[in-house]
């Protein structure tokens, strides 16, 4: 398909507001083609105050522990990382003088407007999705790294010194609000519900978000979408270009054949159920989605012997770390990491997912979001909730009675010596909180990390 123009920047110097992975890339990109870099943040520690030291050698003005909101606003354009919040003073100053506020993504795609890439937001599932979208297309012989929101900066990916023939990149709700350059070859919407109600002031505003993918659809663009979830037929309802849909329940141009057991796509079986090494029916909608999204990026990709590899590939594929991640099991007992789970619709697939009884830890910082929405497959999958951290009294009012619950005020050691005293030998303890990790955590990845060494450890 045709790609969209994309403006170049206006000449002069361009703020760079956030130094996390996504602005050290952007300024990098940046600086690598010739601009002029103002970059701050209004942290100092050990770890932003490298990355300055680094970014100043290569010739940024590099600022820590605050921020010059005059020179933000003398700024040609203003490039915002997806951690810096709207409210954030820089962003004000931006806004206020009538800056031009842009992602890391959209700078990446100013400085690469011919890339080839699928692009995947939603609520849940993203992530896997994005990076079986990934294995699939280098499994068809291409380059396609994986990157955006699933961990490398799309500004990396671009800077360096051969473009890949494609990319499998992952969208947040954050990043697609300052992406006015968004035009993928293929679209993924893998679902929508309720999310960062701490940083949304509704759910409309952040599905408005979510419906910028879409913003310059044209009648050659293809989106992937769920046809099991209302919300997501919604938004796309009326939205130019051709839809191919996927489905648990239904036949579609992907669906999950359950009598036969079979993962379908366009009519023909594609794999066993089975062969697929991934737990709960939300992974099998991923890889409906993913197939069904690599299919349709080229032609080359939908002959018979494409659709083998992309069956083998499939195959092949095993669970992410923090994403219902079996880490083992000792005495009987399994010990399964859904750190990723950081709200009440991702634990509540997890949750529907399990086949043993359930020891189930539930809490970190809430984001406005009630928990009754668990009770039913709790109560049909726990034997016993465990609440920690800062939520632990909201999950405790909004969950008492549904199963016996513990509430645990400690550490996260604490939380672990809970579960294994409560599990007993064919149960499985589940992480799946259904809460960021603030309250106790840099981020999820090291709250899964935790979990992982404490279950191994067979003492924490």
Known sequence: MAKRELHPIAPGEIAVIGLGRSGIAASELLLSRGRTVYACDDSSSAS??????????????????????????????????????????????????????????????????????????????????????GHLLRSLGVSAPDAGNIGTPLSAVVNESVLPEWVSLELSSFQLHDTPGIDP?????????????????????????????????????????NADDPASLQMVGGIAGLQHHFSLTAPADAWYDRDAGCLTVNGDALLPRRDLALLGDHNVANALAAALAVINASELFGSAGSRSTIADALRSFRAMPNR??????????????????????????????????????????????????????????VKHIIAFGEAASIVEQDLSGVAPLTRVNGSFEDVMATARKLADAGDVVLLSPACSSYDMFNNYVERG????????????
């Open 324 to 381: 219902l991640e079996v880490v083992g099991e000792w005495n009987g007992i399994e010990w399964i990491n859904d750190s990723k789970a950081t709200n009440v619709a991702s634990a509540l697939v997890a949750v529907q997912g399990m086949t043993r009884p359930t020891v189930l830890l539930l809490g970190g910082r809430h984001k406005g979001e009630p928990y009754t929405a668990l009770a039913e497959p709790i109560r049909s999958h």
């Open 185 to 225: 070859n293929v679209g993924v919407l893998t679902n929508l519900s309720a999310d960062h109600l701490d940083r949304y002031a509704n759910v409309d505003e952040y599905f408005g978000d979510k419906a910028l993918m879409f913003r310059n659809a044209t009648t050659e663009s293809h989106w992937v979408i």
């Open 48 to 133: 932003i105050a490298q990355a300055a030291e680094k970014l100043a050698m290569r010739g940024a003005t590099v600022q820590t522990g605050g921020h010059d909101a005059l020179r933000i606003a003398r700024a040609t354009a203003v490039v915002v990382s997806p951690g810096v919040p709207p409210d954030a003073a820089p962003i004000l100053a931006a806004r206020n003088a009538e800056r031009q506020i842009l992602s890391e993504i959209e700078i990446a795609l100013r400085y690469a407007p011919d890339l080839q890439y699928i692009a995947v937001t939603g609520t849940n599932g993203k992530t896997t999705t994005t990076a079986l979208i």
């Open 449 to 460: 990390k935790r979990f992982r060494a404490l279950a191994e450890s067979r003492d924490g």
